[in-house]
């Protein structure tokens, strides 16, 4: 799985957006990105993922740079919900459930 | 949809005790797999599953035990609970094809005392 490199902590006003970017340089070229968050000590949550396109779901965007070096989750209006630990991911699905967490953003939004 | 089961959700051992972490899934998914986390970091793979019968290694496997006779159930067991196996315990499923998520438990507490 490709190492990825994110901020240790962002903040964020409620109601604007939150962008939170990924470094994933060593990403190979069949390695899925993919972001889950984490809401206090709950279980990761998944949120979006991608692998050369740009995503877009209910919850989030997905923006993935052209050469696939790195990306940015946009969080489009942030609620007071939205503070979490968000973790970027570069996941194989060819091999098995092999996920590596790194130490994710801490993304405190902020009335 | 219950989605992962995770059970007990709190436990306190003594060292060199034994027990077992529950885990099942009723999305019949094929790809199991056991995290702990410690505080202040991210998720560490301990095993994983491919299928039933299936079992491998992950990144910090030792002093812990697995199996798959079923789909449905990956339990973790605890051979002789150590003090540096406090952390929280989470169990994830997902399909067998590409490009699919994982899905999570609300995790295990295990405190060893």
């Known amino acids: 799985d490709a190492k990825t490199t994110q901020p240790p902590s962002m903040d964020c006003a409620e109601g604007r957006a939150a962008n939170l970017p990924c470094n994933h340089s060593t990403i190979s070229g069949n390695e899925y990105v993919y972001w889950y968050r984490q809401i206090h000590s709950q279980g990761p949550q998944y949120i979006i993922h991608?692998?050369?396109n740009n995503e877009t779901n209910e919850m989030a965007s997905l923006i993935i740079t052209e050469d696939r070096k790195s990306s940015t989750l946009i969080l489009p209006h942030a609620t007071l919900r939205d503070t979490a630990v968000y973790y970027c991911?570069?996941?194989?699905?060819?091999?098995?459930?092999?996920?590596?967490f790194g130490g994710g953003t801490r993304l405190m939004v902020k009335p | 949809n219950a989605g992962v089961t995770q059970t007990p959700k709190f436990q306190v051992l003594k060292t060199g005790q034994s027990m077992t972490l529950q885990c099942a899934q009723d999305m019949n998914h094929e790809y199991m797999s056991w995290y702990r986390q410690d505080p202040g970091m991210g998720l560490r793979l301990i095993h994983y599953s491919v299928g039933a019968g299936i079992t491998d290694q992950g990144e910090v496997p030792n002093g812990y035990n697995v199996s798959r006779s079923t789909t449905e159930d990956f339990p973790l067991r605890l051979l002789s609970a150590a003090p540096s196996q406090t952390s929280v315990y989470f169990c994830?499923?997902?399909?067998?094809?590409?490009?699919?998520?994982?899905?999570f438990g609300d995790g295990t507490r295990l405190s060893i005392l």
């Open positions: 991608g692998l050369k």
């Open positions: 994830a499923s997902r399909q067998d094809i590409s490009n699919q998520p994982q899905h």
């Open positions: 991911i570069g996941e194989n699905n060819n091999a098995g459930n092999m996920l590596t």
